[in-house]
């Protein structure tokens, strides 16, 4: 395996566990009784909220509803699927 081939499988390997814990905090937010200082809470707080941030920074919660997360997952999915095709053009 060529360090190209590795580098890509690393990435998309990466995005896809990140996209995972996204997918699990926010099914989180559904469960008002979740102390978010508390660990294991906390630190997967710290480590999906600055990159939804980003996405909540200009999309405003519509009727008290949070869409950015939908967005940022599209957004790694669509990082995931570039990065997985560059070995081709390699």
Known sequence: MNSIALLTTTLVTFITIYTYLLIFRVLLTWFPNID?????????????DPYLNVFRSFIPPLGGMDISPILAIILLQLASGLISGLPAFV
């Not at 294991?40 to 707080?45: G, I, K, M, W, Y």
């Open 36 to 48: 978010w200082y508390s660990q294991p809470f906390a630190a997967l707080s710290q480590l999906t």
